[in-house]
């Protein structure tokens, strides 16, 4: 197993400083760069965790805490071990807060993410790679479409409301996402009904864009979280293996590409 070095950061954005997380290699050679949106819950040591398994298999990974403008993470009193069915008033907190971060103000923060990845020694040259959860599927998606040329790979796992009917829906703009795109989508999700799945699937593919979108049986929104009810172990190892395969294509040319423009929408 690849030593892991990890250290808090401060990143400057255009609205203050986001406060964030960095693991890499403890190897002092510069990796390729993975961005992890985070989910509502925040930047806790649940996501340090996984950036620590990225940065294992030899990655620099940045988990940045989306919602800096309200405080330094932790902004909520979260028990170690998350039911929001056992404490339904935790919504009451946190909901407002995503509220604010509208995909202007997201895309504003992503551009300062990137450019201080770019600038960093651990940081190797190129593209980067992205991967979101939850609420942080939406971002990575956006982020692909906005910043194309910074982009190589993304990925977003129990995502919800990708593909809405809104003017402002991280599916319209997928004719400008260059990235490989990977989803897993949790199944039975009312945050992304299956409408919504075929909207993305349809954008997506119209667009051109290489990409899979895979639906988990049996997996609840959140699945990927192993410090919450949601938690499902079967979805989650099927998570890190999308994932790291997905990071291997993007950053190891000798590994098997996907074919042309492939797409597989799989049940």
């Not at 070095?5 to 693991?23: E, K, N, S, W």
């Amino acid at each position: 197993m690849t030593a892991v070095q990890g250290t808090a950061v401060d990143i400057p954005t255009a609205d203050g400083t986001a406060d964030a997380y960095l693991a890499h290699p403890d190897d002092g050679a510069a990796h390729p760069a993975v961005l992890v949106f985070m989910d509502a819950f925040g930047l806790r040591p649940q996501l340090r965790s996984m950036a620590d398994r990225l940065a294992a298999e030899g990655y620099t990974v940045l988990v940045p805490n989306l919602f800096h403008r309200h405080g330094r993470a932790p902004l909520f009193d979260l028990p170690e071990y998350i039911d929001p069915g056992a404490r339904p008033e935790m919504f009451e907190r946190i909901v407002p807060v995503m509220q604010t971060l509208t995909p202007d103000l997201a895309m504003r923060d992503a551009d300062a993410y990137l450019n201080w990845l770019d600038g960093h020694p651990a940081v190797a040259d190129g593209p980067v790679a992205l991967t979101g959860y939850c609420m942080g599927a939406r971002l990575s998606l956006l982020t692909a479409g906005t910043y194309p040329e910074r982009v190589a790979a993304a990925a977003g796992f129990h995502g919800g409301r990708l593909a809405t009917d809104t003017p402002d829906s991280p599916h319209l703009v997928a004719d400008k996402v260059t990235a490989e795109l990977y989803f897993g989508h949790a199944d039975q999700d009312p945050s992304l009904p299956e409408e919504q799945i075929r909207r993305l699937e349809e954008a997506l593919t119209s667009a051109g864009v290489r990409h899979r979108c895979e639906v988990y049986k049996g997996a609840p929104h959140g699945f990927t979280q192993a410090d919450t009810a949601s938690y499902h172990r079967e979805g989650d190892e099927r998570h890190w293996s999308a994932l790291l395969d997905l990071l291997k294509r993007t950053f190891r040319p000798q590994s098997t590409p996907l074919d042309g423009k492939l797409t597989a929408y799989r049940r």
